[in-house]
Structures are given as C-alpha cells and as structure tokens.
C-alpha cells in the first residue's frame, strides 16, 4: 500500500521559517493537500493541489511538490502556526495521510 | 454558515454494530463528495471512506472494507457510516469532511470542511 512519510516534529523560533517534507514514490505525480490540526481541534486544509491556499489561509503558508517529496513551508513563523500537520494524496483509489509532524514553536 | 455536524457516537462492545451520521448545512450538499476520516487516541489522520456526489464512486480503506458501508441522503443533506463488526482498533473520533471535487480520488480539492467529530468506543 502506498505510504506517506512525514517528519515526527520540527522546531522554529518565531520570525524563523519551518519546512515540513512529505515523501512518497512518484508523489511528485498526485495532487497533494495539507492539513493544520491544533490541539482539540478538527483538521483545517491549508494546501491543495500541492501549492493553493484556500481563502484565509495566510501567505506565510506556501508549498511544493516534485519527484519524491512535497513540502511545506511556514515563514515568519508565529505561535498561532504551532500544531500538527499532514499531508495528504490519493494512490488507487484510496486516500492516504502522513503520519503528521509536530510544529513546535520555540 | 456552512457546516458539518457529526453524531452517533456511543461505547460499543467488539463485535457490534453503529451508525454515524453527519448533518450538513450552509452549502449545496449534493455538489459535493464526502469522506470519513477518523483518528484514535493520540493518534494521526486516517481515512475510511468516500463518496462522490450521487454515490456513483464509493471508496473504502483497506482497515474497514467489507465492514463498514457508506451513503448518503442529498435530498437529507446528510452522510452515513455504518459500521459493523466493530473491533477495539475502530476507537477514535470520526470526522465527516467535504471534498469539491466529482470524484474524489482525483484529490485535486482536498478535505474544505470538517466536523467538530464524533467518538467512537468499541470495549467491553
């Protein structure tokens, strides 16, 4: 089955830039969605097809994805921005999510 | 306001059977697909199943296929998850999301709203 893998956490100062990495084989091939998940709370899409922002997302997310791997980014990163996030692409039909990586922010 | 709301959600002894709804609100509901998502305790993401607009494609992850069966009620405005056969393994929050797009394993649109979630226990 296809898989998804994500960094468990990542670490940024506030003002820094966080960079989140997705792979998966050929994911370079599949549109790809990313999700913030803060505590006690639901999922909240941030990315589709691998470099939109829904309406309200700020500018300070943007992303990519090519070959093996997506990423996310994060700039100026603030507190608010601290929370779990995963990626996300469809294979045969069936909907596959990373693991998730913890954003701290220091 | 468009929205999603969950419920259903109970403790259920393993082996036994349950149905999730999600009542939908504020959008044209049959324009939409819509999946299950659900995560266990402390736990990631994990999807369950999809449907598109007027069930013509119906998706279901390896974990629940052949024990869980999807629908919907468009003139309703409400997604269904019946769940059977339920294990220990089923326990987690179960969410419903919208997806934009005709057919979702296309993926193009992504999961654009979520519920708050419903629990689901399965223990003796």
């Known amino acids: 089955s296809y898989e998804l893998t994500q960094p468990p956490s990542v670490s940024v100062s506030p003002g820094q830039t966080a960079t989140i990495t997705c792979s998966g084989d050929?994911?370079?091939?599949?549109?790809v969605s990313w999700y913030q998940q803060r505590p006690g709370q639901s999922p909240v899409l941030v990315i589709y097809?691998?470099?939109k922002r829904p309406s309200g997302i700020p500018e300070r997310l943007s992303a990519s994805n090519s070959g093996d791997t997506a990423t996310l980014t994060i700039s100026r990163t603030q507190a608010m921005d601290e929370a779990d996030y995963y990626c996300?692409?469809?294979?045969?039909?069936?909907?596959?999510f990373g693991g998730g990586t913890k954003v701290t922010v220091l | 306001e468009v929205q999603l709301v969950e419920s259903g959600g109970d403790l259920v002894a393993p082996g036994g059977s349950l149905r999730l709804s999600c009542a939908a609100s504020?959008?044209?509901?049959?324009?939409?697909?819509l999946s299950w998502v659900r995560q266990a305790p402390g736990k990631g993401l994990e999807w369950v199943s999809a449907?598109?607009?007027?069930?013509?494609?119906?998706y279901y992850g390896d974990s629940v296929k052949g024990r869980f069966t999807i629908s919907r009620d468009n003139a309703k405005s409400s997604l269904f998850l019946q769940m059977n056969s339920l294990r220990a393994d089923d326990t987690a929050v179960y969410y419903c999301?919208?997806?934009?797009?005709?057919?979702?394993?296309?993926?193009?649109?992504?999961?654009?709203?979520w519920g708050q979630g419903t629990t689901v226990t399965v223990a003796s």
């Open positions: 449907i598109s607009y007027y069930s013509t494609y119906i």
């Open positions: 504020g959008f044209a509901f049959s324009s939409y697909s």
């Open positions: 097809q691998d470099t």
């Open positions: 999301a919208r997806d934009g797009g005709s057919n979702p394993a296309v993926g193009a649109y992504g999961m654009d709203v």
């Open positions: 996300q692409a469809w294979d045969s039909n069936t909907a596959v």
């Open positions: 050929k994911l370079g091939d599949r549109f």
